[in-house]
């Protein structure tokens, strides 16, 4: 790389990038330390965690590593490219470390658990209880629709998918069912003292 007029800084990204795919080790250093604030400030904003982002921030590279050779100028921008990786690897670990799904198949458990006794001792504040009672009377098709998207984060066409409903039943079933919690949690309790 001594033959070349100019600094290496000063290369193009796509100049650093093929730099990269071809395992020249000065340019993706210089390829590196050009993007890494910006690939790890996506990873932070996503992850809102510094040791997290700074894993995504180094499986990013590494992907940009294994798959330079497939960068199609035409798509956009190395940074686009490349803040795209970190945008899905980060959103790919936040959901990895989230709890263990439990399978749609098995909601109509977790639904009778949540809303009966042994979980009454551990979730003893008054609104969870209220709560936990108005997902229990809702009708079980818009029950397991609620759980898998507010509990489970699945979008509609997820719960679509795994229900094996058209798009705009799941969506109906979820909304129906916010709309009467919405109606039940708003409504005073009975012995509530309303002036």
Known sequence: MSG????????PDEA????????????????????QHRVFGVAMAVTGDQQLAEDVAQQTFERAWRHAQIYDSRRGS??????????????DAVRARRTEPVAPEDLDALLGTVTETP???VL???????LRA?????????ARALMMAGVYGMTAQQVADAEQIPLGT??????AAM???RTTLAAPERGDHVQ
């Open 179 to 181: 709309g009467k919690l």
């Open 124 to 130: 003893a504040d008054e609104a969870s209880a209220r």
């Open 134 to 142: 108005a997902v229990g009377r809702l009708p079980r098709e818009q």
């Open 170 to 175: 799941a969506k109906t079933r979820i909304r």
């Open 4 to 11: 070349l007029r100019f600094p290496l800084g000063r290369l």
């Open 119 to 121: 979980e009454r001792w």
């Open 16 to 35: 650093l990038l093929s730099g990269l795919a071809t395992g020249d080790q000065e340019l993706a250093i210089v390829f590196v330390r050009r993007f």
């Open 78 to 91: 190395v940074t686009t490219w490349l803040t795209t990786i970190a945008h899905n690897l980060a959103i």
